[in-house]
């Protein structure tokens, strides 16, 4: 299943390839009309890219990434299911929706950015003589998403969600937590510094452990609002009952496997209890 940060990569990069052939055909059909081409690139140059780029989705793509940012929220207050965290949650509710103002923004002047570049590229391909075939090819290599993109939108979610635990149990030190909600112990693309983690909590803090210890460096290489670090998909979770109970179960289940540990990361209850 896909996670809310690389649905938006998908719909980005979708996004940006269709601006990209509207854009072109725009320009086909004024060069057709005979007009100037220095006319015709301060034409261009008038025209409000990123608007139209948020016109053409941009917006509706990026609210629907900004609301599963409330989704984990919902997910925290699921696994809480206590007033008093619910109390914290509210206080702190003003800091998260700073939070998500920031990567909102990171993530509208990186799009703006993109549509800049692709109208320069077309105003300068005029300018200086360039073909059609030859400034559409410019504009084939101006991209919205890129590795880097890629990178900062998915810590950006990922640390938002560790963001929300943190404010909600900030004044309660005796809470417990257990490190999960990422990939199995065994897939080979875990990293080495999560997969350590994951075994050491399951033979020796199977019922979680404070933030104190977290933060004193318990488990080497992980920080309790990072992670491992970029694109890092594990996050601290509050050690509930029903998420202790999973955990024994798993552990019971690699004890008959010592080939295999299970997955180890903490979901929600189905309504028959597993």
Known sequence: MQTPDQILIQQLQALADEFKKKSASVLDNLVNQSIDRVKLAQLIAQL?????????????????????????????????GAEGVRS???????????????????????????????????VQGLVTGKTNPEIVKNMDEVNLTNTQLNTVVSTAYNDYGRAVVSATYQDKPEQKFLYGEGREIDNPHISEICRNALILQAEKYSEGVTRKEIDNGLYQGIDFIHGRGYNCSHSFFPATEFAITLEKRRMAKAEKD?????????????????
């Open 48 to 80: 409000d890219f990123f608007k139209e780029l948020q016109d053409q989705g941009l917006n509706l793509h990026l609210a629907e990434f900004f609301n599963s940012y409330n989704d984990q929220i919902k997910l925290l207050m699921d696994m809480a």
């Open 258 to 274: 010592a080939d295999k540990v299970d997955y180890l990361y903490i979901k929600k209850p189905d309504t028959n209890g597993n």
């Open 88 to 122: 914290a949650l509210a206080i702190n509710g003003n800091i998260l929706e700073i939070l998500k103002h920031v990567d909102a923004e990171m993530l509208l002047g990186h799009a703006s950015n993109f549509a800049n570049n692709l109208k320069r590229q077309i």
